[in-house]
């Protein structure tokens, strides 16, 4: 399984990006998929998680309102929207494919894709 995330890159603060990751390998259509991102001297932390069929979707408290994710199975692709930007923003974003349709909170994460660089200036 290879998950390929790309749309990374520098905004200004406010600014929008529309981040993607790529899936190949198995039955996209049959994971949960999910974004996380990592800070410089921080741990990795959960930003968004999507079920199988987009049905259901989670965002961290920090993202709730500004970020979008959603998917599309016939692309075998994950998108995640980010509006209103801000510094704390800036991350290195991973993708990420659960081991289950569904989202629950024993869900596991099965396959980490490489991060995407968001950088956001104030």
């Known amino acids: 399984v290879q998950l390929q995330a790309s749309g990374g890159g520098l905004v200004q603060a406010g600014g929008s990006l529309r981040l993607s990751c790529a899936a190949s390998?198995?039955?996209?259509?049959?994971?949960?998929m999910g974004w996380f991102r990592q800070a410089p001297g921080k741990e990795r932390e959960f930003v968004a998680a999507i079920s199988w069929s987009g049905g259901s979707t989670y965002y961290a408290d920090s993202v709730k309102g500004r970020f979008t994710i959603s998917r599309d199975n016939a692309k075998n692709t994950v998108y995640l929207q980010m509006n209103s930007l801000k510094p704390e923003d800036t991350a290195v974003y991973y993708c990420?494919?659960?081991?289950?349709?569904?989202?629950?909170?024993?869900?596991?994460?099965?396959?980490w894709g490489q991060g995407t660089q968001v950088t956001v200036s104030s």
């Open positions: 990420a494919q659960y081991g289950s349709s569904w989202l629950s909170a024993n869900s596991v994460v099965e396959v």
């Open positions: 390998g198995r039955t996209f259509s049959s994971y949960a």
